[in-house]
């Protein structure tokens, strides 16, 4: 029995949901799988920023350690920035520099590459991303080799989305515990040294930046101290 491509990267993306893997994880599948459907020779995956509305370079099947997380367009920017606004796959078989979307961004060696494919990376409807896929010569991208790359971009769009809201959350919780620390290291600062509220959070900060420690990693060295302190007391 013939297997059916759509199915079997179906069955490798639920794999890819189910393991939990961070966003890195999941862009390197997804810029692997890409790979694998087209041969080409570079891959881009970029992400959209909706705190600023820029499309950032997040990650490359061609190392840009430069580039990436630093690398943004607009929407409407390029050929990239095209898809996101217009929620469409453009398809250059040859000569891409030439077309008039068509943006050249230094680092990018990609950009000299003749042929250029662009496929929206979905979410619930909406656009978080692009895959880029580009060859060294021209390469006439058949229909069956778009639609799957859609239909992967379709797929690991909600995949990508559910690692980046996991992301986040624990992003948030990390800032919830580290004021919860602080606040508390505060509280010790203003009782055992008189000190207000303010200069008991400069007093923190100071020390942070002097020593090169995080803020949290203070304040907890002074939340321990105390309780020893306290235990000595007894």
């Not at 599948?29 to 509305?53: I, P």
């Not at 580039?67 to 217009?86: N, Q, S």
Request: with cysteine; net charge negative; proline share 3%.
């Amino acid at each position: 029995m013939p297997s059916n491509p759509q199915l079997d990267f179906l069955h490798r993306i639920s794999g890819i949901v189910s393991s939990e893997r961070t966003i890195e994880e999941m862009l390197g599948e997804l810029v692997g799988m890409t790979a694998q459907v087209t041969g080409c020779d570079a891959c881009l995956v970029y992400l959209l920023d909706k705190d600023n509305g820029e499309i950032v370079l997040r990650a490359s099947q061609v190392p840009h350690a430069k580039e990436l997380g630093t690398l943004r367009l607009k929407i409407g920017e390029g050929v990239t920035g095209w898809v996101v606004e217009h929620k469409s796959v453009v398809a250059l078989p040859a000569n891409a520099s030439a077309d008039a979307r068509f943006k050249r961004f230094n680092g990018l060696v990609e950009d000299t590459y003749e042929a250029f494919l662009s496929v929206p990376l979905v979410s619930g409807g909406d656009v978080i991303g692009v895959v880029n896929v580009h060859h060294r010569e021209p390469h006439q991208h058949s229909s069956e080799e778009i639609s799957l790359l859609t239909f992967i971009g379709e797929q690991m769009g909600n995949a990508v989305a559910r690692a980046n809201l996991a992301q986040e959350n624990a992003r948030l919780q990390e800032e919830l515990e580290t004021r919860k620390v602080v606040e508390r290291a505060k509280g010790i600062l203003q009782r055992s040294q008189s000190l207000s509220e303010e200069e008991a959070y400069l007093k923190l900060r100071g020390e942070s930046r002097r020593m090169r420690r995080p803020m949290k990693e203070l304040a907890e060295a002074i939340i321990l101290a105390d309780e020893l302190n306290r235990e000595r007391s007894f």
